[in-house]
Every structure is written in C-alpha cells, then in structure tokens.
C-alpha cells in the first residue's frame, strides 16, 4: 500500500455511478423530460462563447441574482457551487476541517458521510427509527452528548422520501448548538411552505442547501447555499475563486428566468409519484417492503429483509429497468408515464 496516501483515503470506498444504459433509467433522481423550447432558446441566447478566453465572474451576479428572486433572497446571503456536492464539501470542510464532529442521520444522501470521511471529520450517526423516521428530541440529545459542530439532514430525505414540517425543524435548529444544514434538494415536489429559506436570516446557524439538478438541469451542475451572511461570507472565503464556468452560470440564470416552463413537467412527475405509490402498495406484503406517500421525485421501498430487495433490484435490471438499492430499500425514480408503467407491470410479474 502506497505509504503517501492518508489512511482516511485508504478506508474510503469509491462512489461509482452507474453509467449503463438501460432501457428504463429509474435510478438516478433526474427529470426524465427534455427541456422545454422556450428554455432552450433562452439559454442559446444567454451564452456568449465569444468570452471563453476569460475567467468566469466570480461573484455570479447574474445567477445569483436570477436565483434570488426565485426564492425571494438576497444576493448577498448565497453562494452557488459546481452541483450542492461541492457546497457539501466546502461547508463541512469550513467549518468542521480541523477533526470537528458531524452528525448524519441515517439513511441519508451518501455523500453527506463521503464527504465528511474525505475531510476527516469524527462522524457521529444517528440511527432513525423503522429506518425512516427521526426523533428531534432525541436527534437534539444526541448533538448534545457529542458536542457536534453540524448536523445535515435533507428534506424531504433522500432516500426515504419523508418530509418533516418547518416548525419542527426551527425548533431543533433553535435548540441545538451546532449549524444545522437543511437539503430541500426536493423541494420543488413538496408542499413549498415546509421550505426554511425565509428563515435563514435571523438565525445565526442555519444553511439551505438547493440545486437545479431535480428540475431538470442535473448536466450543468449547480448548487446553491443560502444563509446568514456571516456564514455565506466564510464560506465564499474558502471556495475556489473561479468555482463556476461561465457557460453554467449564463445557463442557468437564463433557465431560472423562465422556471415557469418547468411547471408543467414537474407536476406530471408528481402525478407519478401518485401512480407508483397507489400502484406498488398493494404489494407491500407479498414483496416485504414497506411504502410511504412520498414529498420527492421518487419512491421508497423499505425492506425488513435487504436481500429481498437486492433480488427485486438484480430482476429488474436483467429486464433493462435501472432502480437504485440504498439506505435498506429500492429508491425508483418516477419517470415518464409509459416507463412507470412498466415498472409496475414486471414488479407485479415477480
């Protein structure tokens, strides 16, 4: 073993994507529709190659700007990065690099453990009961005893698909001492009310992550962080200068000007989503999983047994159907309406 490389990244496993090329796609969270034409035309616009020779603009004026009246934030209280993958990376590497502890609830997003593991951070994990549910109060002891610097949870979660309402979430982040970072990386198929932007401002530890990836702009990658402005300000101290090519910010700014076009094919997932769960609970018993009503653009099949589902998940992609087996169950994507249709069909076969 090569003596230069740092035991934390000998211990480290690879995330490896998924890059076949299945008929049915189902497992990777990304909107399964092109475009809309207004969009397109408008990012056609928007990008100027006749600037590649210089740096991008590093503030993101433009973007941010664009971003900020989407949500109703100001500019100077976001920072936007290459995907919220790097935001993760530099929140826990800002404020946890020096051998700070951080609290993951598990099931969670990967990469919430990824990155903390590559930083060297003492990960503290919080169990959640049945697999799905999380106890504030006990989630808010447990901070305590460790004496945690942060604790990340996305919501509605990946991959469970459990939404927790917002009083419920201020009154943990309220009650806790540590920075509490809150993923609505699904937001946008969920009650929107539930989301704790507007409530980043008064308090001096809470950070909102989001991303454009789940409306269907996952190849340009694109994160943002929204904050107070003393930590958006350390934050934007510790990113790379230059961390967003000029292409993806004059894109997307252009895309989010025109969110409207969105609408309609986000609402056709949540009409899926309807389908697979109304579909797929009737088989609860007879498969051994468990299915909830889901807040995302994905249902969440948890099994007691987790060979059960590794052997669903093998049948289905001998028939070219791709799912996703993580936190103890089968995550599928909603896709377009004939694709979920399929899945249903052959889940009913097995």
């Known amino acids: 073993?090569?003596?230069?490389?740092?035991?934390?990244?000998?211990?480290?496993?690879?995330?490896?994507?998924?890059?076949?090329?299945?008929?049915?796609?189902?497992?990777?969270?990304?909107?399964?529709?092109?475009?809309?034409?207004?969009?397109?035309?408008?990012?056609?616009?928007?990008?100027?190659?006749?600037?590649?020779?210089?740096?991008?603009?590093?503030?993101?004026?433009?973007?941010?700007?664009?971003?900020?009246?989407?949500?109703?934030?100001?500019?100077?209280?976001?920072?936007?990065?290459?995907?919220?993958?790097?935001?993760?990376?530099?929140?826990?590497?800002?404020?946890?690099?020096?051998?700070?502890?951080?609290?993951?609830?598990?099931?969670?997003?990967?990469?919430?453990?990824?990155?903390?593991?590559?930083?060297?951070?003492?990960?503290?994990?919080?169990?959640?009961?049945?697999?799905?549910?999380?106890?504030?109060?006990?989630?808010?002891?447990?901070?305590?005893?460790?004496?945690?610097?942060?604790?990340?949870?996305?919501?509605?979660?990946?991959?469970?698909?459990?939404?927790?309402?917002?009083?419920?979430?201020?009154?943990?982040?309220?009650?806790v001492d540590a920075i509490t970072v809150i993923d609505e990386a699904y937001m946008e198929f969920a009650p929107k009310q539930e989301s704790v932007i507007p409530y980043t401002e008064e308090r001096d530890n809470l950070i909102v992550l989001k991303t454009v990836s789940k409306i269907g702009l996952a190849g340009l990658r694109c994160g943002f962080a929204i904050s107070n402005r003393e930590l958006i300000s350390a934050l934007k101290k510790t990113k790379s200068p230059y961390n967003m090519n000029t292409v993806t910010q004059a894109a997307v700014a252009a895309a989010i000007d025109n969110i409207s076009e969105f609408e309609e094919n986000i609402n056709i997932i949540k009409r899926g989503v309807r389908y697979l769960y109304t579909s797929l609970k009737p088989l609860e018993e007879k498969l051994g999983f468990k299915i909830r009503e889901s807040n995302a653009n994905f249902v969440f099949l948890r099994f007691e047994n987790k060979e059960n589902g590794n052997k669903i998940a093998n049948i289905l992609r001998d028939k070219e159907i791709a799912v996703r087996m993580t936190g103890g169950g089968i995550r599928i994507t909603s896709g377009k309406p004939e694709e979920n249709e399929i899945l249903v069909r052959e889940m009913k076969k097995i």
């Open 1 to 175: 073993m090569n003596k230069y490389i740092p035991e934390r990244v000998k211990q480290m496993s690879e995330y490896v994507p998924d890059v076949s090329c299945p008929k049915i796609k189902l497992d990777a969270n990304e909107n399964p529709y092109d475009l809309p034409e207004k969009v397109v035309a408008a990012i056609n616009k928007a990008v100027n190659f006749e600037n590649m020779n210089r740096y991008p603009d590093p503030d993101m004026k433009v973007l941010l700007s664009s971003y900020g009246k989407y949500i109703d934030t100001d500019t100077e209280r976001m920072v936007a990065g290459d995907g919220s993958d790097e935001l993760i990376a530099l929140i826990i590497n800002t404020f946890l690099a020096d051998g700070g502890k951080i609290v993951i609830c598990e099931p969670d997003f990967s990469m919430y453990r990824f990155y903390s593991e590559f930083a060297g951070c003492h990960i503290v994990s919080y169990k959640k009961s049945d697999g799905m549910d999380i106890d504030f109060p006990e989630l808010k002891t447990l901070c305590k005893k460790e004496n945690a610097g942060l604790v990340i949870i996305s919501n509605p979660c990946n991959p469970t698909s459990v939404i927790y309402d917002k009083k419920t979430l201020l009154d943990f982040t309220d009650n």
